[in-house]
Nanobody, 122 residues
Framework: QVQLVESGGGLVQAGGSLRLSCAASGRTFSSYVMGWFRQAPGKEREFVARISWTGGNTYYADSVKGRFTISRDNAKNTVALQMNSLKPEDTAVYYC???????????????WGQGTQVTVSS
């Protein structure tokens, strides 16, 4: 099992940047693919980005490609999401999640954090 705790959310103006972090418990962090998802009010949770076990493979949703960067540090059991050029439509609760495979769908992830709010003002 792995427990996930996100941090780093907040309020930022459009065009600004935020860096989200997710700390994982347990000694098997490197055995999980890590992903970031988000959920805006009244909308379904959607995929944002994922990173493979060693960090050598990353994949992004088209809506964030070129603006967001996912990274991980297996020595520190952390995964981060650097978000640049933020837009009002990026406003959502952001979740990190862990999967045993290279999944991009919500159902493919077994463990979830509690989420952190990101609000982008126009």
């Amino acid at each position: 099992q792995v427990q996930l705790v996100e941090s780093g959310g907040g309020l930022v103006q459009a065009g600004g940047s935020l860096r989200l972090s997710c700390a994982a418990s347990g000694r098997t962090f490197s055995s999980y693919v890590m992903g970031w998802f988000r959920q805006a009010p009244g909308k379904e949770r959607e995929f944002v980005a994922r990173i493979s076990w060693t960090g050598g493979n990353t994949y992004y949703a088209d809506s964030v490609k070129g603006r967001f960067t996912i990274s991980r540090d297996n020595a520190k059991n952390t995964v981060a999401l650097q978000m640049n050029s933020l837009k009002p439509e990026d406003t959502a609760v952001y979740y990190c999640a862990a999967s045993a495979r290279l999944a991009s769908e919500t159902a493919g992830y077994d463990y979830w954090g509690q989420g952190t709010q990101v609000t982008v003002s126009s």
